[in-house]
């Protein structure tokens, strides 16, 4: 992806993902079609390629600011979920001990 490419999605981002987040706090039943979801978008934004509200969709959820999942992918047909916290963080193991081995004191 070049700088162009970059910056335009993140005007996009800028433009649309508050939008976004609030057509999932306006569905309380979670379920939704991505025509929905982009009408509801272009009815504020109207000046946006048809794609950017389900890339933008996907952006937000790879960040974890909103959750849904696919209930039929045939007919775009989604479900919001709760955001899942994200999981802490594994434990370091402990590096072994610079202590001889037992059998080097043999």
């Known amino acids: 992806m070049n700088d162009d490419d970059r910056a335009e999605r993140e005007r996009v ?3 649309i993902a508050g939008i976004i987040l609030h057509f999932e706090r306006e569905h309380p039943s979670g379920t939704f079609n991505v025509e929905e979801l982009r009408e509801y978008v272009t009815a504020l934004v109207p000046d946006i390629a048809p794609d950017s509200p389900g890339r933008i969709l996907r952006l937000l959820h790879e960040q974890r600011r909103l959750n849904y ?38």
């Open 69 to 106: 999942v696919v209930i039929s992918r045939s007919v775009s047909f989604y479900q919001f979920r709760d955001v899942m916290p994200e999981p802490p963080p594994k434990p370091k193991q402990p590096k072994a001990s610079a202590a001889p081995d037992q059998f080097d004191l043999l």
């Open 13 to 15: 981002y800028a433009r």
